[in-house]
């Protein structure tokens, strides 16, 4: 890997989120399906493709998985890497295992447009905080609206045309109106 790379052709899969212990391990915040996952796709790198890390998983522990990286020896290495965040080339993962399955990194940019066409915004962000997956959805106006990442909210994932239908929960945005019912 070089620092020439194109952001499309890597995948994030967690971020190192601190050291453990004194031996050089550090904690990762997955963001694969399967936590230890994250360590079966071979040798993993930074953002900028500098530096290339070998892992060995050594556990799980409240969120977190346990990792080993080949040349980080002790505790200060470890706290070094804080905010890391360790992508794979795309071709080594698996393809989706079905159409209403995607990599959060396919989703993030794409137009997001209501049932007839007319922009929304564009996804900024997906997140999945236990209970789902929901979206950032930055407005034309530069504010962030978060909505489900469900069908019955985005009913239409249409990568190749690279947008989303998104079909607004009622209320989700401000459109200068009084919510029905609100007569004060």
Do not use: W
Request: proline share 5%.
């Amino acid at each position: 890997m070089n620092g020439n790379v194109n952001a499309n052709d890597r995948v994030c899969l967690g971020v190192i989120v601190g050291a453990q212990g004194v031996r050089g391990e550090v904690r990762i915040k997955p963001f694969t399906a399967e936590p230890e996952d994250i360590g079966a796709y071979g040798p993993v790198s930074d953002k900028g493709a500098t530096r290339v890390f070998d892992m060995k998983i050594r556990g799980q522990a409240k969120g977190v998985v346990i990792a080993a990286l080949k040349g980080i020896a002790d505790r200060n290495a470890a706290e070094a890497l804080k905010g890391t965040e360790l992508y794979v080339d795309r071709t080594r993962l698996p393809a989706p295992d079905d159409e209403d399955t995607f990599y959060h990194a396919d989703l993030v940019g794409l137009a997001a447009e209501d049932a007839d066409g007319k922009p929304v915004g564009q996804v900024a962000a997906v997140f999945d905080h236990g209970a789902g997956d929901v979206l950032d959805i930055r407005l034309a106006d530069g504010k962030l609206i978060t909505v489900p990442f469900t069908k019955a909210v985005v009913p239409l994932v249409d990568l190749a045309a690279k947008r989303i239908v998104v079909d607004m929960p009622e209320g989700l945005i401000d459109d200068g109106t009084k919510p029905v019912g609100d007569e004060g």
